[in-house]
Every structure is written in structure tokens, then in C-alpha cells.
């Protein structure tokens, strides 16, 4: 199975922010060209990140202005073909066509200026208005290629840019092009690539058939292509066109030329050749090259493995040491802060209202907000790893270990990314190329423990296992990550029936990571995070703070600890009772709600004398089976959000609810009896 | 497949050189192979082979990460060393 059965083409107008009568940019490109740090360069704040209309394909558009002139640009998608296997593909197809650009402006890498190209014959194929910008020309001269950009630009018949993006000083040169070629000071006369000889007759043939019937705004010698290569999207499209006896026909030509991929590929890359032996001047050298020294280590089988440990090590440091202390410090005096004053201000409010705003708002979506510094460190380290080409070599070490789930290498480091808290891991996903595998890393990403789970754990176990404490927190963390392993195995087979998407990866070329990329990344991934929290997560808070406070207020009679009551039977299987059950519901606004809420069923503070009141009231295997339900259970508000977000979809999100629910309840039943069996 | 000195992808070890023949691949993953530089006479070398876990190769002058699976179904021949 592929994407494309549920993919459409989006026919709705393009919803443009950048305002009318500007000039609209597009910046087309493969992946790791440098187009994004260019569109940052050139926008900086002045950008705006949503999505593209049904689809989680991330939409950055912006603009800039250069001699009083403003310009609108949007930054498609990085796409390697043209060919309908993925959302990025149509959307930047798609957009070309529909928008109408009055230039698009194609980034290829000067250091791998063959495969960069690829892109650049299909673009060219759309007869619309094109650009090359020949990026990382400093890149390129480190790896001992020279490139002479105006015999590029004579050889392709379209405007050559050379560019190193990282360059601001450079800019002027960029601008000064684009106003020579908006304004018709360099002309364009494309050469374009052509179909390798033996299958020139059959295009014409498919041609011949098409012709009258192709929809606007599809050019006709550009579906005739489609056709031959077998794109599901055109063929769809073509299949409703075209008259029956006609389509027939095509059909019968398709099916009798179904290598034609190969003819136009090979056709394309003769065309690219050309272009190369005219404009390289300096074959590469036989030097080696700093990727490939760096590459001996990083994927190696064993040393790979043992870097990435090392990285991921400091990841942990650097959130124990930062993250958390400046969670706890925000937790006491932001949201402590907030609570004194708001208690204040409010004296002589009806206690409701009081109650909404502290207890609700503030400790509801404020306990939430606090862990924004610790997902800023994950959002931080992820970008900065990938923007330097280290995310190739991570997928590409781990990818035996995820095999066994049906996955590859790339679903490890958003999986990764759930220690520091499930939504940055969530949001990570978007690197998975195939859906499937997507939805299945999404599945199993709450089980990764957050460290609002650890934060938990850390005040609970030490209360119920003394000295053994240590060896509890290890054992959990080690049944999480059986558990995972254990449910992405088995949902592979029940849901994803087996198949496994094809580990097919560029490794780019190391480079200097961009500050501004990463910034900007961080502030947009942050600004997103805060606007949610604003948005659906207080929405969730107040429908929880409801339920504890109705009908009279008293949160020993509302209709939460009602309900905590009610499912206690199920909680039983679990060796846990109401207050238990409830703890455990009243950590889906944020899990670290867990140990106040015990504070408050028991009548007391989360301190000493809580502690001691718990190691007294609840049996070591009810502990032990508390801490595992907590460490499994549904996922917080928070990543719920993102979960509806990123999938789209309701029906997967109450799905990963149910999934935890039956694993958490398992688990808890398992240890629980296991525990009472062996004596705990 | 008509040449007989084809082997697979997989069998091709370190620093050696090939030229691709042909891929036994559904049409997504020969798509996906084809914009990476993958086509019938395309010069391939072998950067990595362990002779388990996934492969990295060379072609076009950038460097490609494969699963072993999708490797196995790409068809070489050898170039004289």
C-alpha cells in the first residue's frame, strides 16, 4: 500500500497570506540543499508556519523587500521527484500549477550537483518561470568541485544563481537577480530533457490519445510523462478523463511499457550529464572527504551505536541539569507566583471563580506550560542534529533494533525525543516519510516515559521501596520500553498486517549547523506549543477542574472521585483503590497531578507525612502496580492535542487512548498479581 | 534476467565498484530510487556492508542509506577491478 490512495489533489484556492500584487517567489528543492536557512535568511521573523489544507505538511511562507520592492515567498516542501508518492510531492507540483508563481526558484547543491538536478529537469518540464540557485558553493569547493555558474546557466537556459546561504552579504547578489528577472532583464530559453530514444514513439502515441483531454492546469506533455511513470495521481485523474475506448487504450500502452520509468529517469540523468560536463570544471578529487572520515565512526556498526549513546547521554544531562531545574523553578514561582496573586485579587470573587482560576487555569494549563524549557532543549538538539546531517547516521545505526516493530531508523529519534516529553516526540514524527509507519511510531510514542512520569516515580518510589528505589525507577523504565517493543511488534502485524515501508535514505553531506535555522525552529515549535496550550489544552483543564468541583465543590463528593469510585472494580484488578484510581485519572491534565491529588484525597501536602501516610495505607504490590500504571497509562492532555493534530484524525487519537488504557490496565493487573504471588 | 554475471546489491563488498542492470521493485520504491540517481547504467561503489543491517552506497556522487531488503532486489554486474 501507498500514500497515494489517500492523498487528493487539493483543488480548494490557495489561501495566500502574502498580500495582493506581489510578487510571488517559490522555493523548490531537494531535501538537505539549504533551501529552508535561505527562506530564513531571507524572511527571518517575517514568516508565518501552518499547514498545508489537510495535510501535516509543514506551509512556511513570508516576505522580504529589496530596493522598495516586497516580495511574497512561499518554501515548498523538500521534494526529491515530482512523482506522486508522497504529500510533499503533490503539494509542490500542485501549488506550481495552480498558484501560478511569478518565479520559482529551484535550490540545488553545488557539492552534489547530479542528484540535485533531478529535481531541476522535472521543474523545468512545467513551463513555469524558473531559477536555479546553485547553493553550498563553499560546500562544493571543500569537496574539490568547481562549477562555473554562468556556462550552467548557457547549458540549462535559465538563470543561475551562485549562492553559500550562510552568507548574508551575499544576499545582494540573490536580490539584484531576482529584480533582473522579474523585470525581463534575463531571459529564459529552456533546453529541455527528453525521453531516452527507444520510448520517444510511445510517448507521442500517449500524447496523441490525450490530447484535448488533459485538465486544466496540467500541461499535456507533462501527463503524457506522468502517465509512463507510472504516477497514481495522474493516472486517476486520466482514467476519469478520458473516454473509455481511449483510456483503453493508454491503458494497453502503459501496461505493455510499464519499464517507461527507467526510459524517462535515464532520459533525465543524460539530460543532467550534459549540464555537469559543461559546467564542472574540476572533476571531484581523490581526497576523502570530511563526511566520509566522520562517517567511518558514525555509522559504524558497534561505534555508531556507541556515539549515539554518548549524544543521547547528553541530551539527559543537559535536561536533568537545565530542563528540570528550570521546570521546578517556573512550577514555584510562575505558577506558585500566579496562584498567591490570583488568590488575592480574588479574595472577595465566589469561591467557584477562585477555584476556576487557581485551580483550573493556572494549575491546570500552567503546570503544562512549565515543561516548555525541557521541550525546548529536545526541540533544540533535534533541530540542531538535523540541520548538521547527524539524523541520517542516527536512523541509519538504529534501524536494526527497529525492525523489530516493522519500523526503520527513522522512527528512533522522535521516539527518542519522548524521554524529555511525549509532544516534541509526537511532532518529531513529520521526519517519517511513509504513513504507516507514521502512525505507527505515533501509536506506541506515549509509552516512552516522559519526565513528568519520572518526576513521579522519583517522589513515589523512594516512599514505598526505601533503599530499592533505584532499582524500581530502572525496572520501570526497562518495562516501558518492553512494552513498547512488545505493542509495535504486535500492532505491526494486527493493523500495519506486516508490511514495512522501504529503507531507502540520502546520507548529506556534514555541515555547520545554521543558528538562525534552529532559532526560528525552536520559536515556532514553541510559539505552536504555547498557542495549544492557550487553545485545547485549557479547554481539557476546565472540563477536568469540573468534574472535581461539581456538584457541591467538595472534591471528596464530585462527580470525578464518583467516578473514580464507579471503575474501582476495574481499578481492583490492579490491586489499586478509588483514591488510587483517582490519582491516576487526575494525571491526564498533566502526570505529575498524580502525587497532589493524593495530597488532597489524604488530606495532607505532598511532603514527609504524605509519604509516610502512603507507605502505611497501600501494600508493596499495590505500589508497585501503581507506579506501572502510571508509567503506561492514557497520554496527557498535552500530547493528546498533538496526537488529534498530527494524525488528523479522532478515530486514531481515541484509538492511542484505548490502546494505553488495555496496556497500562494489563500491565498493572500482571505485576499486581505477579507481586502477590511471589509474597510482595 | 539475461545477464549472467548479475548479482545483487548486497553481495557487491567495500570499495568495489558496479553498474545497476535493472531493480525488481514495486513502482513507489523504483520511483523513489530513481530521483535518488539509481537507473540502468549507473556506476555504483560500496561505502558500508557489514553483511547484515543496512548498506551505504555511493552513486551519482552522494551517498545512499538501504535497507538490505530493498538492496537485494537491485540487480549489478561487477566492474573489473
New interface residues.
Given amino acids: 500500500m501507498s500514500d497515494c490512495h489517500s492523498m487528493s489533489v487539493p483543488t480548494q484556492p490557495v489561501t495566500l497570506r502574502v498580500r495582493e500584487r506581489m510578487p510571488l517567489l517559490v522555493l523548490a528543492g531537494q531535501p538537505n540543499v539549504g533551501k529552508s536557512t535561505l527562506f530564513n535568511f531571507l524572511t527571518g521573523l517575517n514568516q508565518h508556519v501552518g499547514n498545508w489544507p489537510g495535510k501535516t505538511v509543514e506551509r512556511r511562507e513570508g516576505n522580504f523587500s529589496f530596493n522598495g520592492n516586497e516580495y511574497g515567498i512561499v518554501d515548498l516542501p523538500g521534494t526529491y521527484s515530482l512523482t506522486a508518492n508522497s504529500p510533499e510531492e503533490v503539494i509542490t507540483r500542485e501549488f506550481i500549477l495552480r498558484a501560478r508563481p511569478d518565479l520559482v526558484i529551484a535550490v540545488v547543491n553545488a557539492a552534489n550537483l547530479e542528484r540535485s538536478l533531478y529535481l531541476v529537469a522535472e521543474l523545468i518540464s512545467l513551463s513555469a518561470p524558473l531559477a536555479v540557485i546553485l547553493n553550498m558553493m563553499d560546500v562544493a569547493k571543500g569537496e574539490g568541485i568547481h562549477i562555473e555558474p554562468e556556462v550552467l546557466e548557457a547549458a540549462l537556459g535559465v538563470p543561475v544563481i551562485p549562492m553559500t546561504a550562510t552568507h548574508a552579504s551575499r544576499m545582494q547578489n540573490f536580490y539584484q537577480a531576482v529584480q533582473d528577472i522579474l523585470e525581463g532583464r534575463r531571459v529564459s530559453t529552456p533546453r529541455l530533457p527528453e525521453i531516452r530514444a527507444d520510448h520517444g514513439a510511445i510517448l507521442e502515441e500517449i500524447l496523441h490519445h490525450i490530447q484535448g483531454y488533459v485538465p486544466t492546469p496540467y500541461p499535456e506533455n507533462w501527463v503524457a510523462l506522468k502517465l509512463l511513470e507510472g504516477d497514481t495521481e495522474i493516472t486517476r485523474t486520466m482514467q476519469s478523463n478520458l473516454p473509455a475506448e481511449k483510456w483503453e487504450a493508454v491503458y494497453t500502452l502503459l501496461r505493455q511499457h510499464d519499464d517507461a520509468l527507467l526510459a524517462i529517469a535515464s532520459g533525465r540523468y543524460e539530460w543532467i550529464g550534459r549540464m555537469v560536463r559543461a559546467a564542472v570544471v574540476h572533476p571531484r578529487l581523490g581526497q576523502i572527504s570530511l563526511t566520509k572520515q566522520l562517517d567511518r565512526w558514525a555509522v559504524h556498526p558497534f561505534w555508531g551505536l556507541v556515539i549515539l549513546a554518548g549524544i543521547l547521554g547528553l541530551v539527559f544531562w543537559l535536561t536533568f541539569t537545565v530542563g528540570t531545574p528550570v521546570q521546578g523553578w517556573l512550577d514555584a514561582q510562575i505558577v506558585g507566583g500566579l496562584t498567591g496573586v490570583a488568590n488575592q485579587l480574588l479574595a472577595a470573587a465566589p469561591f467557584w471563580i477562585r477555584s476556576l482560576i487557581v485551580d483550573g487555569v493556572i494549575g491546570g494549563v500552567g503546570s503544562v506550560v512549565t515543561f516548555l524549557p525541557i521541550m525546548i532543549i529536545f526541540f533544540g538538539v533535534f533541530g540542531l542534529l538535523e540541520d548538521m546531517g547527524y539524523m541520517a547516521r542516527a536512523a541509519f545505526v538504529m534501524d536494526n533494533f527497529m525492525h523489530m516493530m516493522g519500523l526503520h531508523g527513522k522512527s528512533f529519534l522522535p521516539l527518542f525525543l519522548g524521554f524529555g516529553c511525549n509532544v516534541p516526540s509526537i511532532l518529531g514524527t513529520r521526519v517519517i516519510d511513509s504513513k504507516p509507519a507514521r502512525f505507527l511510531t505515533i501509536l506506541i510514542a506515549p509509552l516512552v516515559p516522559c519526565t513528568a512520569r519520572m518526576a513521579v516515580v522519583a517522589f513515589l518510589a523512594p516512599v514505598f521501596f526505601g533503599s530499592k528505589a533505584l532499582l524500581v525507577s530502572w525496572g520501570l523504565i526497562l518495562l516501558s520500553m518492553v512494552a513498547l517493543v512488545l505493542s509495535g511488534a504486535l500492532l505491526n502485524k494486527l493493523i500495519f498486517k506486516g508490511q514495512r515501508s522501504a529503507f531507502i535514505m540520502e546520507m548529506p553531506l556534514y555541515h555547520v549547523p545554521n543558528s538562525r535555522t534552529i532559532g526560528l525552529l525552536i520559536w515556532q515549535r514553541s510559539l505552536s506549543f504555547l498557542k495549544k496550550a492557550g487553545t485545547t489544552i485549557l479547554a481539557m483543564a476546565m472540563v477536568i477542574w469540573a468534574l472535581s468541583m461539581l456538584p457541591n465543590g467538595d472534591l471528596n463528593q464530585s462527580y470525578l472521585v464518583q467516578f473514580g469510585k464507579w471503575v474501582e472494580p476495574i481499578g481492583r484488578w490492579m490491586g489499586l483503590d478509588w483514591r488510587l484510581t483517582v490519582a491516576l485519572i487526575t494525571s491526564f491534565p498533566a502526570k505529575e497531578n498524580a502525587v497532589a491529588t493524593l495530597g488532597v484525597l489524604f488530606g495532607s501536602s505532598p511532603d514527609a507525612a504524605l509519604a509516610q501516610t502512603l507507605a502505611s495505607t497501600f501494600s508493596t504490590a499495590s505500589a508497585l502496580s501503581f507506579l506501572v500504571v502510571t508509567m503506561l497509562f492514557i497520554p496527557c492532555m498535552a500530547t493528546v492535542a498533538v496526537i488529534r493534530q498530527e494524525t488528523n484524525s479522532w478515530g486514531w487519537t481515541l484509538l492511542n487512548i484505548a490502546l494505553l488504557l488495555v496496556i497500562s490496565i494489563a500491565a498493572g493487573a500482571g505485576v499486581y498479581h505477579l507481586a502477590l504471588a511471589i509474597g510482595l | 534476467m539475461d545477464h549472467t554475471n548479475a548479482i545483487s546489491l548486497t553481495d557487491l563488498s567495500v570499495d568495489n565498484h558496479g553498474t545497476i542492470l535493472a531493480f525488481n ?1 514495486g ?11 539509481f ?4 556506476e555504483v561503489s560500496m ?2 556492508n ?1 553483511g ?3 548498506l ?1 552506497v555511493t552513486v ?8 538490505r ?2 538492496a537485494a532486489k537491485i540487480f549489478i554486474e561487477r566492474s573489473a577491478k
Avoid: D, H, N
Fill in positions: 521493485i513502482t513507489v520504491e523504483a520511483t523513489r530510487l530513481v530521483s535518488l540517481g537507473t540502468p547504467g549507473a561505502t558500508q557489514y547484515r543491517g543496512p551505504i551519482r556522487g552522494a551517498s545512499v542509506a538501504l535497507g531488503g530493498e
